[in-house]
């Protein structure tokens, strides 16, 4: 296992076609809850898709997907349409789009949202405002073909299969809540939508690549079901709480993980901290 600490838009610690699965979820463009003022621009922020986009193109097996978990956000009144633009980018450079599959989350482990409320102290028409209640899991087939490795102990449990109904395009899992220790550092989502992707779209030993690690959800659950895994994360600050959750909870003892710190992650971690400092200066 590997955990490369950088920008993912230059995944250079990575051969060409050697990747099994890409899953990952972007920063979700300067979300209110989780990533305000990230970036300059919505222009950046697909500029960010693309780099990366670019990247995972180039690693990934020829017949093997890419799967991004992600939403539409809405900030100050307005739709971003993420979605939309992430299936245009990934065509764009070459990636065909395969697949789309609805998480729904519960209705009761929600985040508290006032924007449904608006109706009922307006009760006429133009304001209403839904609750968000899902994200897209959206999946991107590099062409080509693959040769299957270790199928028999790659099969799937098709009882469990049924029995959840991983058939259907709707998925049912519930999301991970904000009283979870690892919720205060990213926007996580849970290790079950993780461990069905990997297995519904990998072998056993394939390698599994996260370029927004985050906390290493994807990683921890790739070793779990004994894929090899490569992250990436830019946040430095995260190097401890990745570290801490993929090193727990295995079968045999902790993994072995290979750490590399680059130099546009240290710059990034020196910036942060100057504009903490300045923030609480200015106070």
Do not use: C
Request: cysteine-free; hydrophobic content about 35%; aromatic content about 12%.
């Amino acid at each position: 296992m590997r955990v490369i600490f950088g920008d993912s838009r230059n995944m250079k610690e990575v051969e060409d076609n050697s990747v099994g699965l890409v899953l990952t979820s972007p920063p979700y463009y300067n979300a209110p809850f989780d990533f305000p003022d990230l970036f300059p621009s919505y222009a950046d922020y697909l500029s960010l898709l693309n780099g990366v986009g670019k990247e995972i193109f180039r690693v990934l097996e020829e017949g093997r997907v890419a799967v991004f978990v992600t939403a539409d956000v809405r900030i100050d009144g307005e739709l971003y349409p993420i979605v939309a633009d992430l299936i245009k980018i990934m065509q764009s450079l070459g990636f065909k789009y395969q697949e789309r599959i609805i998480w729904k989350k519960p209705e009761g482990y929600i985040r508290i949202s006032r924007r449904s409320g608006v109706l009922i102290q307006h009760p006429y028409p133009l304001y209403y405002y839904p609750d968000n209640v899902y994200e897209d899991i959206v999946v991107f087939k590099k062409p080509g073909k693959f040769i299957p490795r270790n199928k028999e102990e790659s099969k799937i449990d098709v009882n469990k299969f049924q029995r959840e109904k991983w058939y259907l395009s709707v998925w049912e899992i519930t999301n991970v809540l904000p009283n979870n220790k690892y919720s205060k550092y990213t926007a996580p989502f849970p290790e079950e939508l993780a461990r069905r992707i990997i297995t519904l779209y990998s072998y056993v030993g394939d390698t599994v690549l996260d370029p927004f690690a985050g906390t290493g959800t994807t990683l921890k659950v790739a070793n779990e079901l004994k894929r090899n895994a490569i992250g990436y994360e830019i946040d430095l600050e995260l190097k401890d709480i990745i570290l801490e959750r993929i090193g727990v909870n295995t079968l045999f003892g902790k993994p072995q993980i290979e750490v590399i710190e680059r130099e546009d992650a240290k710059r990034l971690r020196t910036k942060l901290r100057e504009k903490i400092e300045e923030k609480l200066q200015n106070r």
